[in-house]
Structures are given as structure tokens and as C-alpha cells.
């Protein structure tokens, strides 16, 4: 695995940076054939993004550690969302909050999976064959679905907001706002197959200006650093590449990327 990032407080825009990307590739807590990717992307301050960094990889490692327990991957995945945002709350993180996108990778002789989590527009895009496919999905208080939810448990969308506040309608912390912004995740698995090459993390701060499929484009025109000598050095740069495209097209946002190939 060859991996890449790139952060961009973007400052003609913002004065503060509030995301954070986490890069494990070899997940040593769980084992050594896991990678952990994430990107979190804050709001409200930077008090929850600190509190993700230290313990949601920490908890994801102790939930996939679980030796007697039926559950699935995703399932354990979920619970250590789940308690993550459990313990923000009981450290008084009550209006910082950010979206979260994390991806495992697991190899064993036989396959590799990978394995995607999310909370909020933080987004994974796979490259399959060089077209892209999402791996993920974005809670954002537009959404039908998350709307009859909000809803139902006695809240409003007032200008694509949830309560007029949020724009997102999952996220990790914004406690404030909790009966509503839940902090469960969307999860998904896949069997990589000999034509997925890469994929990316990144935040709302490249998807907002950026199709999926511009993306994929985008980190295409990298040569796989695993075929040359040249081509690693040259790949390095290739996160970098998509946030300068980004910020090129008008991001307002802090822009993250991550960009792995398997």
C-alpha cells in the first residue's frame, strides 16, 4: 500500500483548521495485515477532532480485538462509533463536532477487504477500473430519508438545516444537537478486486466543488507507485494535487484528502 495526504487550512477562506486525517498502514493495535485511514472533519472548534484522534481508532482497535463476540467487522466498527461519541458527551464536548470518514483495509492471503464507515459528507470514493464508486454516504439534513428521521423524533429542517443550525444530519459530538444529529454511522464492505487501484478520503471541502468521478480523474493521471521507481515520488504529491484542484475551484472549507493505493 502507498499512501498520500494532504491538509489545507485554506486561508483566504478560514482562519482556523479544524481537520484531522489519521494514517495507519500498518494498524499494528489490531494486527499487520490492517490499514486505518480517516479523515475528520470538525466544526464548532477543534475540541472533538483532538478527542477523535486520541480514542476512535483507539476504540475501533479494542472492538475488532473482541475475541469472543459473534459480531460482524462493520458491527464492531459501528459500536466503536458509537462509543466514541458516548465518551465525547461524558467529556463535555457539547458544540464542536465534525463528520467522519474512516476506511480499514484487512488482507489475507485469499482477498482484501475493505471496509468503510461514515458520519456526516465526510466521503470515500473507490476507484474501480478508473470510475469511480462511493462508498459511503452523505448525511445531510436535504436528504429525504434524514428528514422523515429528524422528524420523527420531533425536530425540524428549516433552509436545509437541521433546527436552522446544521447542515449536516450525522456527525460525531454536537451534543447540543444530538437528538437529532446522530452519531451512527453509514458501513459498507467490498472484496477488492485487480482493477480497484486506489481510493480516496477527503472532506467537504473537495466534494463540495468536485464530482466523484472528477476526482478519480484527477488521481488517475498518477502513475501507480507501485509499477516504477519514479512513480512513488511522483504519487506522493498526488493528495496534494486535489486539494490545489479544490481550492483552484472556489472551496470555501479547510480541505483534506487522503488518497491510498492497494
Sequence with gaps: MFISTAEEMNPSKRNTMEDVTVVYERFDSVGPDWSFLGVYDGHGGRDIVDFLDDYLEENVARELKLVDDDASVLQRIERAFLI??????QANILTSGATVVVCLIERTPSH?????ANCGDARAVLSRNGVARRLTHDHKADDPEEIARIETAGGFIIRNRVLGILAVSRSLGDHALKEYVIGQPFLFDIVLEDTDKFVILACDGVWDVMTDQNAVDI??????????????KKASLAARCLVDEAISRGSADNITAIVAWF
Design 112 to 116: 482484501t477487504t475493505l471496509y468503510a
Design 84 to 89: 466514541t461519541d458516548i465518551q465525547s458527551r
Design 219 to 232: 488521481i488517475k493521471k498518477f502513475s501507480d507507485p507501485h509499477d516504477k521507481k519514479d512513480s512513488e
